[in-house]
């Protein structure tokens, strides 16, 4: 093949994938050639695609997320405890934009450790990961239920068709694409993942740029939680585990490197679709979970060794 | 006679001081070690565990495993080392949970197992349930709603928990069998998915079942999370009413959900008499009392005609 060709494979594969996928499932299976189940793909992937876009910029600085399920329990907790209360002014205010705070909260806290106390963000985020789960089971372990009817337009919600997550999931992919390819703050990002040495060289405040991507990774995760608290209509203790996996899967599967530098927020979400349309697809057709398991993991390492090869050739 | 009246008296007044003093220098301490408290029900447990202690005025040690055998072990052998008189211990692992028993065994130290059983080493007693009985009250429960529809046929759907897990493979094990024995298991079809015990998946499954195929005519799960997650899309895709539904662990949650009559049943597990149960057992084995290898707590099928009878229970041990 062309050089050409193969960098092409290596930018649009995955979307290549994406449509091969879509195209089994649709014809071995009628009912996934519906409108409604390509909505419910993108519903079934809001909370785990927004969590990915927050990831995909920790990764780009060569860093890394652990702690978003349990930040993600801890924000719906609270999200919950208000949006059980009565349906008071301050109260709707706090159980919408509360679970926000707290993750940017969380984020904050986690990129303070990262960027000026410069402890490894696998380490860092890997102690929060424990820490913040430990606080809401500690805070509440009974799961909070009979949240308000308002309390389900974000979750349950729809504009004509489309479900208001997968609105909120598109609409923050597109900022966050704009500000990773039009804004100095994407270039930034960028360089201080591929090359540190020369970020520092060229002036950029390294340290400040890693705090911002924890405090935006805390904050994607706030959203997320809202949207996943609102969709269960109950904040438990114990939700989010493993979704740190999942969005850290969703960011490699889109070509993301762990050792940052590159990735892209296209990629990413076309990554978390690949997961959805999977998932959605393999429970249709009534595969066993274990096997849906396998499944998965093999496309993952597929995805990454394939980029890999691609890379080693010097494409 | 008077004066052997009074001395009589005295004699009793000084033995009650002096077996009251005795108890007081020599309190019991137990161990306790739970499986995960960060689950509701365990926690529950906990709660009630925490109630018989103070009921019997013992010292109780407590420990969480996070369902790790390893830590589970560790924790196990500090409080062995601080003296624990008996062990009332929540395994959390069939197999692997026994290396916890076997090290209270070496020590000379009683174990009372509660809700769930390790099968090596020796211990006095066990205070649970039998977990197929749970899938049975499940076919119970299906069975009923054969006779109710007068369908020839039912389908439906059967969120499992974990693969592999030793409960999940109880409760479909209870299920099927029970079923059998009704001459129903092929009159009633599952579609089967595991949900890993998890309301969030169990909401996602069931989206893209039904959104597949909307006419089931039940569903059913082996923990109440994963109903309740079904519930949500019952409700959404306006099914409530038109697909039967039940689960298994009598969540308040769920109790409520059937008495606004949304969920038709779940099967109750007695947290309190399992959480409660391990410290007496412990209790009642250092004073002497000769205790069955196995004091089974009965699973109880709750359905709307008799859900009053469980609210307060559960009010009662899950809290916060």
């Not at chain 1, 909120?168 to 900022?175: F, R, S, T």
């Not at chain 1, 995760?221 to 949207?227: K, S």
């Not at chain 2, 072990?73 to 395994?91: H, P, R």
């Given at each position: 093949m062309r050089p050409s060709v193969v960098a092409t494979l290596r930018d649009y594969g995955i979307y290549l994938a994406l449509g091969a996928l879509v195209a089994y499932f649709a014809i071995a299976l009628p009912q996934f050639r519906t409108p409604d189940s390509a909505l419910l793909v993108l519903l079934q992937v809001s909370v785990i695609g927004i969590i990915a876009i927050g990831m995909t910029f920790t990764i780009l600085t060569a860093g890394i997320d652990l702690s978003v399920g349990s930040l993600l329990a801890v924000a719906g907790m609270f999200s919950g405890v208000f949006a059980q209360k009565d349906p008071s002014a301050v109260n709707v205010a706090l159980a919408f934009l509360l679970p926000v705070a707290i993750g940017l909260l969380g984020g904050a806290l986690n990129g303070v450790i990262i960027a000026w106390?410069?402890?490894?963000?696998?380490?860092?985020?890997?102690?929060?990961l424990t820490a913040y789960r430990g606080?809401?089971?500690?805070?509440?372990?009974?799961?909070?239920?009979?949240?308000?009817?308002?309390?389900?337009?974000?979750?349950?919600?729809?504009?004509?068709?489309?479900?208001i997550p997968a609105i909120i999931l598109l609409a923050m992919a597109g900022v966050a694409w704009?500000?990773?390819?039009?804004?100095?703050?994407g270039?930034?990002?960028?360089?201080?993942?591929?090359?540190?040495?020369?970020?520092?060289?060229?002036?950029?405040?390294?340290?400040?740029?890693?705090?911002?991507?924890?405090?935006?990774?805390?904050?994607?995760?706030?959203?997320?939680?809202?949207?996943?608290?609102?969709?269960?209509?109950?904040?438990q203790a114990i939700s989010?585990?493993?979704?740190?996996?999942?969005?850290?899967?969703?960011?490699?599967?889109?070509?993301?490197?762990?050792?940052?530098?590159?990735?892209?927020?296209?990629?990413?979400?076309v990554g978390a679709l690949i997961m959805g349309v999977l998932f959605n697809g393999l429970v249709m057709l009534n595969v066993p979970a274990p096997i849906q398991q396998m499944v998965i993991g093999v496309i993952i390492i597929t995805a990454v060794w394939l980029d890999a090869v691609l890379r080693q050739r010097g494409y | 006679m008077h004066k052997v009246l009074a001395l009589a008296i005295a004699l009793m007044l000084l033995t009650i001081g002096a077996v009251g003093a005795a108890a007081a220098a020599q309190p019991w301490t137990f161990g306790v070690s739970y499986q995960n408290l960060a689950f509701p029900y365990v926690a529950a447990l906990?709660?009630?565990?925490?109630?018989?202690?103070?009921?019997?005025?013992?010292?109780?040690?407590?420990?969480?495993?996070?369902?790790?055998?390893?830590?589970?072990?560790k924790n196990v052998e500090s409080m062995l080392a601080q003296g624990v008189n008996c062990l009332a211990f929540e395994a959390a692992s069939l197999k692997a949970s026994s290396a916890s028993i076997v090290a209270a065994n070496k020590k000379g130290v009683p174990v009372v197992q509660f809700n769930g059983k390790a099968d090596g080493g020796q211990w006095v007693t066990f205070v649970g349930s039998e977990q197929p009985d749970s899938g049975a009250q499940l076919g119970v429960w299906l069975a009923g709603l054969y006779k109710q529809l007068g369908k020839p046929q039912l389908k439906g759907i059967y969120l499992r928990g974990v693969a592999g897990q030793i409960t999940d493979l109880a409760r479909n094990d209870g299920l099927k069998n029970r079923l059998k024995a009704e001459n129903l298991l092929d009159k009633i079809s599952f579609t089967e998915q595991y949900a890993d015990y998890d309301r969030g998946k169990g909401q996602s499954v069931?989206?893209?079942?039904?959104?597949?195929?909307?006419?089931?005519?039940?569903?059913?799960?082996?923990?109440?999370?994963?109903?309740?997650?079904?519930l949500q899309v019952a409700r959404q895709f306006k099914l409530i009413g038109k697909v039967h539904m039940?689960?298994?662990?009598?969540?308040?949650?769920?109790?409520?959900?059937?008495?606004?009559?949304?969920?038709?049943?779940?099967?109750?597990?007695?947290?309190?008499?399992?959480?409660g149960g391990g410290i007496w057992g412990c209790y009642l084995h250092l004073s002497g009392v000769k205790l069955p290898k196995d004091i089974l707590i009965p699973f109880k099928l709750v359905t709307k005609a008799n859900v009053s009878d469980f609210v307060a229970i559960a009010k009662r041990v899950y809290v916060k």
């Amino acid at each position: 093949m062309r050089p050409s060709v193969v960098a092409t494979l290596r930018d649009y594969g995955i979307y290549l994938a994406l449509g091969a996928l879509v195209a089994y499932f649709a014809i071995a299976l009628p009912q996934f050639r519906t409108p409604d189940s390509a909505l419910l793909v993108l519903l079934q992937v809001s909370v785990i695609g927004i969590i990915a876009i927050g990831m995909t910029f920790t990764i780009l600085t060569a860093g890394i997320d652990l702690s978003v399920g349990s930040l993600l329990a801890v924000a719906g907790m609270f999200s919950g405890v208000f949006a059980q209360k009565d349906p008071s002014a301050v109260n709707v205010a706090l159980a919408f934009l509360l679970p926000v705070a707290i993750g940017l909260l969380g984020g904050a806290l986690n990129g303070v450790i990262i960027a000026w106390a410069g402890v490894n963000p696998l380490i860092v985020t890997l102690g929060t990961l424990t820490a913040y789960r430990g606080f809401v089971v500690w805070y509440r372990v009974n799961p909070i239920y009979d949240l308000q009817p308002y309390y389900r337009a974000v979750g349950q919600g729809t504009a004509g068709p489309v479900p208001i997550p997968a609105i909120i999931l598109l609409a923050m992919a597109g900022v966050a694409w704009v500000v990773l390819n039009y804004t100095r703050y994407g270039r930034y990002v960028y360089v201080v993942g591929g090359n540190p040495e020369a970020a520092r060289a060229a002036g950029i405040d390294v340290p400040l740029m890693k705090f911002s991507v924890y405090v935006l990774s805390g904050f994607c995760v706030g959203v997320a939680a809202l949207i996943f608290t609102s969709r269960l209509m109950a904040a438990q203790a114990i939700s989010g585990q493993g979704f740190e996996l999942q969005a850290i899967a969703a960011a490699v599967v889109g070509g993301a490197s762990l050792f940052g530098g590159r990735g892209k927020i296209t990629n990413t979400i076309v990554g978390a679709l690949i997961m959805g349309v999977l998932f959605n697809g393999l429970v249709m057709l009534n595969v066993p979970a274990p096997i849906q398991q396998m499944v998965i993991g093999v496309i993952i390492i597929t995805a990454v060794w394939l980029d890999a090869v691609l890379r080693q050739r010097g494409y | 006679m008077h004066k052997v009246l009074a001395l009589a008296i005295a004699l009793m007044l000084l033995t009650i001081g002096a077996v009251g003093a005795a108890a007081a220098a020599q309190p019991w301490t137990f161990g306790v070690s739970y499986q995960n408290l960060a689950f509701p029900y365990v926690a529950a447990l906990q709660k009630a565990a925490q109630a018989a202690c103070k009921a019997l005025a013992v010292k109780c040690l407590e420990t969480d495993a996070f369902n790790d055998t390893e830590k589970e072990l560790k924790n196990v052998e500090s409080m062995l080392a601080q003296g624990v008189n008996c062990l009332a211990f929540e395994a959390a692992s069939l197999k692997a949970s026994s290396a916890s028993i076997v090290a209270a065994n070496k020590k000379g130290v009683p174990v009372v197992q509660f809700n769930g059983k390790a099968d090596g080493g020796q211990w006095v007693t066990f205070v649970g349930s039998e977990q197929p009985d749970s899938g049975a009250q499940l076919g119970v429960w299906l069975a009923g709603l054969y006779k109710q529809l007068g369908k020839p046929q039912l389908k439906g759907i059967y969120l499992r928990g974990v693969a592999g897990q030793i409960t999940d493979l109880a409760r479909n094990d209870g299920l099927k069998n029970r079923l059998k024995a009704e001459n129903l298991l092929d009159k009633i079809s599952f579609t089967e998915q595991y949900a890993d015990y998890d309301r969030g998946k169990g909401q996602s499954v069931t989206e893209s079942l039904l959104t597949r195929d909307k006419s089931y005519d039940f569903i059913v799960a082996n923990n109440d999370d994963m109903i309740l997650g079904a519930l949500q899309v019952a409700r959404q895709f306006k099914l409530i009413g038109k697909v039967h539904m039940a689960g298994v662990d009598g969540l308040p949650e769920a109790l409520d959900a059937i008495q606004k009559g949304e969920l038709d049943a779940t099967v109750f597990q007695d947290p309190e008499g399992q959480g409660g149960g391990g410290i007496w057992g412990c209790y009642l084995h250092l004073s002497g009392v000769k205790l069955p290898k196995d004091i089974l707590i009965p699973f109880k099928l709750v359905t709307k005609a008799n859900v009053s009878d469980f609210v307060a229970i559960a009010k009662r041990v899950y809290v916060k």
